[in-house]
């Protein structure tokens, strides 16, 4: 039961550009929202997160933007350098006497071309 | 360094054989969660610790694997009689439960790999 789906498996962007990912979920018990940066060989990295009652949030180069109707988030990298080239995972968690374990993504493989 | 830290990094076996992997999670951290992942794939959940307590466990995990959190500290997951299936990722992470909300930011470890010959 895939609960969180995750576009594109790839993507290819030159340096400067702006990278995209996007994420869907079903379950709208969800509301807590991270993004993962995982290098080869490392353990995902917690780039930024986002909670159901903003439509955006922006840290540096990075922002969520969140549709809470649309069951959608989205993940955008403004001016991608090719140290940003990794796999993005989006994840989803429940809160309110849940456990909080995440629900993740199939991943995106960003390449940054210089 | 005080992030959480995962033994050992790389663990090869022959199938049938029992392995057990180590988590020390962030010294603050309450909670603890253990997550297997396949190449290709997202992490998928395993279990939950809040403290010393396992409070749940995935389908995903057969009676070969137990794992436990002698008080509320460390971590280790155990795999009775290896499969070739068992082959991956396994990575820890932890988080707090300040301010009574259980889906705080959980901060992962750089994992074991496990490869069943």
């Known amino acids: 039961q895939q609960q969180v789906k995750q576009s594109p498996q790839s993507l290819i962007v030159q340096k400067g550009g702006i990278s995209i990912i996007n994420c869907a979920y079903e379950?709208?018990?969800?509301?807590?929202f991270p993004w993962y940066q995982q290098f080869p060989g490392k353990g995902p990295a917690l780039l930024i997160a986002i909670r159901p009652d903003v439509s955006e949030k922006k840290e540096g180069r990075f922002t969520i933007s969140f549709n809470k109707s649309a069951k959608q988030f989205s993940l955008h990298i403004m001016d991608s350098q090719p140290g940003d080239s990794a796999t993005y995972f989006c994840?989803?968690?429940?809160?309110?006497?849940?456990?909080?374990?995440?629900?993740f993504g199939q991943g995106t493989t960003l390449q940054v071309k210089p | 360094d005080t992030g959480v830290s995962q033994n050992p990094r790389h663990k090869i076996t022959k199938r049938g054989q029992n392995v057990t992997f180590r988590c020390d999670p962030i010294?603050?951290?309450?909670?603890l969660y253990w997550y297997r992942q396949t190449l290709g794939q997202g992490p998928e959940f395993l279990t939950y610790?809040?403290?010393?307590?396992?409070?749940?466990k995935s389908r995903l995990l057969s009676d070969r694997f137990s794992a436990e959190r002698p008080k509320g500290s460390f971590s280790t997951l155990e795999i009775q009689r290896t499969e070739q299936g068992d082959s991956a990722m396994y990575l820890c992470?932890?988080?707090?439960?300040?301010?009574?909300?259980?889906?705080?930011?959980?901060?992962f470890g750089d994992g074991t790999r496990l490869s069943i010959l």
């Open positions: 994840a989803a968690s429940k809160g309110s006497g849940n456990t909080g374990k995440l629900i």
């Open positions: 379950n709208t018990a969800f509301d807590y």
């Open positions: 992470a932890s988080s707090t439960g300040a301010g009574g909300i259980s889906n705080q930011p959980q901060h």
């Open positions: 610790f809040q403290n010393e307590a396992q409070l749940e």
């Open positions: 010294s603050e951290h309450n909670r």
